[in-house]
């Protein structure tokens, strides 16, 4: 399987491109407005906050299409193709940002967050249960995209089981983001988890629902009607 099939490999690379200018802009912004130094005006601690919310969307837009493209919502309005491309785009999206979430964390000096507290679970001195919550969804995330770069060749089986950990990792992100994050509470973040972790339980069940009644046996007619 290619992750990035060729119609999304620019867009890819815009993407990276725009987030880097962002970035530089804000960057380039903040010096000439306020010299202070980044720690005092605190630009790298909004670029940890907005790049962790960021990642969290993309995750979450990730495992919502997954989920739900095997139960045919898309084929009804022939979406399969379009939604399977923005599945793994977005899911790939989220490490340009995952890297600025880090990046942020460790270049803002109000809370220290030396290298080994952002790849160690429990290494943290602030909050390190959800921390450590963030760091496990980090290392299955890349486990997930992997696996599935190397899908022709792995037993599907394996696969199949490795995906289905999206389905934890998004309730342990949705964990992670509100017991770590200093905008848990306000209104727009509770949206931003109210939204996805509502269409995800409408999802699962939809999924078990289809699942199930593809497990049921067929009526004698129905099977003839296939045959
Ligand atoms: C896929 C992985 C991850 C996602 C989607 C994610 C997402 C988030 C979100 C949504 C927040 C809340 C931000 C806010 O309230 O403004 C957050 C906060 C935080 N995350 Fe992550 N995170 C991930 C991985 C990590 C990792 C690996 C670390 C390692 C140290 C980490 C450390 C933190 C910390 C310390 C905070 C609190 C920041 C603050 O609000 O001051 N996260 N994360």
Partial sequence: M?????????????????????????????FLTDPAPASANRMHWYVA?????????????????GASSSTGLWDRWKLRKLTTQLHQFSAL??????FFHL?????????????????????????????GLGILVMYGWVLLIVTSYFREKLNAKVWRTIHILAFPM????????????TDTGKPWATLVYAIPCALFLLVSGRRLFVTRSRRQPQHPKQREGQN
């Fill in 2 to 30: 290619q992750l990035i099939v060729k119609p999304q490999r620019l867009p890819f690379v815009y993407t990276w491109v725009a987030v880097a200018a962002v970035i530089a802009g804000s960057y380039a912004l903040v």
């Fill in 49 to 65: 906050r907005a790049s962790g919310m960021t990642s969290y969307i993309l995750l979450a837009i990730a495992v919502l299409l």
């Fill in 93 to 98: 999206l989220v490490f340009p940002f995952l």
């Fill in 103 to 131: 990046w942020g964390l460790h270049a803002d000096t109000s809370v220290p967050f030396p290298l080994p507290s952002l790849f160690i679970p429990l290494h943290a001195s602030y909050r390190p249960m959800a921390v």
């Fill in 170 to 181: 998004f309730i342990g992100v949705t964990l992670h983001g509100l017991l770590s994050g």
